[in-house]
């Protein structure tokens, strides 16, 4: 099952505007007397619980958190062409889509390695137009033996973020060491980390995609793409290559997989040893720095300092592990 059909069908227990409490069906012992009788043990029970119900203790289940951690969630309205933003540092940003204009939300704030307290609040800012979800850095927590406060923050919470929105919204995640899985996002995806890895599936809009060290993986591309890092391996695999897109390494490789029959233009300051071009493709036309394949098509602008580059049919995608 992928992780949107994973994000459709579990919903994340998103919070109502009603308790939902159900009660087993009574079964009936051979001692436990006539129909309708009651035991006069169970009666403050059952009291108690009304009085719960009443006062609206009893709430829906919700996945325990870490100790010292914090949780809100919630369901709120955004256009369906709005945008969601993610500010984190650390933790895990789980994004999926659902054909509703609103976004369903459960952000979890846990202490640090070191920490045993999350003092930082949640920053939500909602409109109409746009979701943006950060933390604030203002206080950290320790109690190594005895307890220090420092207000001026000096190490930041685990953020863990789950987020259904509308498919064709856009996204911007902006992250330093971050597991990243999206899902789904029809609008434009802009992704910034430096060390978190990331899997972007079935992604149709535009996307740029940068990271320092990481590995990243964009698939189900049809738009205009941008991809950036330094040394990490970015693995991209286009549905359609209908759009002029770029990508950039210092030394990390590059691996790009399209349907053979693709028309494109590859241009390159790379030396020929540098890049493999899968014989699918067909011998190219060479013009000064630009290849032709297929007969050109959108450019597919690559620069590289001592990184590799991979071009290989759909078809062989995925790879096997590398």
């Given at each position: 099952?992928?992780?949107?059909?994973?994000?459709?069908?579990?919903l994340w227990?998103?919070?109502?505007?009603?308790?939902?409490v159900?009660f087993?069906?009574?079964?009936?012992?051979?001692?436990?007397?006539?129909?309708?009788?009651?035991?006069?043990?169970?009666?403050?029970?059952?009291?108690?619980?009304?009085v719960?119900?009443?006062?609206?203790?009893?709430?829906?289940?919700?996945?325990?958190?870490?100790?010292?951690?914090?949780t809100?969630?919630?369901?709120?309205?955004?256009?369906?062409?709005?945008?969601?933003?993610?500010?984190?540092r650390?933790?895990?940003?789980?994004?999926t889509?659902?054909?509703?204009?609103?976004?369903g939300?459960?952000v979890?704030?846990?202490?640090?390695?070191?920490?045993?307290v999350?003092?930082?609040d949640f920053?939500?800012?909602?409109?109409?137009?746009?979701?943006?979800?950060?933390?604030?850095?203002?206080?950290?927590?320790r109690?190594?033996?005895?307890?220090?406060?420092?207000?001026?923050?000096?190490s930041?919470?685990?953020?863990?973020?789950?987020?259904?929105?509308?498919?064709?919204?856009?996204?911007?995640?902006?992250?330093?060491?971050?597991t990243?899985?999206?899902?789904?996002?029809?609008?434009?995806?802009?992704?910034?980390?430096?060390?978190?890895?990331?899997?972007?599936?079935?992604?149709?809009?535009n996307?740029?995609?940068?990271?320092?060290?990481?590995?990243?993986?964009?698939?189900?591309?049809?738009?205009?793409?941008?991809?950036?890092?330094?040394?990490?391996?970015i693995?991209?695999?286009?549905?359609?290559?209908s759009?002029?897109?770029?990508?950039?390494t210092?030394s990390?490789?590059?691996?790009?997989?399209?349907?053979?029959?693709?028309?494109?233009?590859?241009?390159?300051?790379?030396?020929?040893?540098?890049?493999?071009?899968?014989?699918?493709?067909?011998a190219?036309?060479?013009?000064d720095?630009?290849?032709?394949?297929?007969?050109?098509?959108?450019?597919?602008?690559?620069?590289?300092?001592?990184?590799?580059?991979?071009?290989?049919?759909?078809n062989?995608?995925?790879?096997?592990?590398?």
């Amino acid at each position: 099952m992928s992780t949107r059909e994973i994000g459709r069908n579990l919903l994340w227990r998103f919070p109502l505007n009603r308790a939902e409490v159900v009660f087993p069906s009574p079964r009936r012992s051979p001692n436990s007397g006539p129909p309708g009788a009651m035991s006069l043990a169970l009666r403050p029970v059952i009291a108690a619980l009304i009085v719960g119900l009443s006062l609206g203790v009893l709430q829906p289940a919700q996945a325990q958190s870490p100790p010292g951690a914090k949780t809100r969630s919630d369901t709120v309205d955004l256009s369906s062409t709005g945008k969601v933003e993610i500010d984190n540092r650390m933790g895990s940003i789980t994004v999926t889509t659902w054909d509703r204009a609103q976004v369903g939300y459960e952000v979890t704030l846990a202490p640090s390695e070191g920490d045993s307290v999350v003092a930082t609040d949640f920053d939500i800012d909602h409109s109409d137009d746009e979701l943006s979800f950060g933390h604030d850095h203002s206080w950290s927590i320790r109690i190594p033996g005895l307890l220090t406060i420092s207000p001026d923050g000096t190490s930041e919470p685990v953020g863990h973020f789950r987020v259904v929105m509308p498919e064709t919204a856009h996204l911007e995640i902006d992250d330093y060491d971050s597991t990243i899985e999206v899902s789904g996002v029809r609008g434009n995806v802009t992704i910034d980390t430096h060390a978190g890895t990331v899997t972007a599936e079935e992604v149709g809009g535009n996307v740029q995609l940068e990271t320092f060290s990481s590995a990243a993986t964009a698939s189900g591309l049809r738009g205009e793409t941008e991809f950036e890092t330094h040394s990490g391996r970015i693995t991209a695999a286009f549905e359609e290559f209908s759009a002029e897109s770029s990508a950039e390494t210092h030394s990390g490789p590059l691996y790009f997989y399209f349907p053979s029959d693709t028309g494109f233009v590859l241009e390159t300051d790379a030396d020929s040893s540098q890049f493999t071009i899968d014989e699918a493709f067909g011998a190219p036309s060479k013009d000064d720095d630009r290849w032709s394949f297929n007969g050109g098509g959108p450019d597919l602008f690559v620069e590289t300092f001592s990184g590799t580059v991979e071009v290989r049919p759909l078809n062989a995608y995925p790879p096997p592990e590398r």
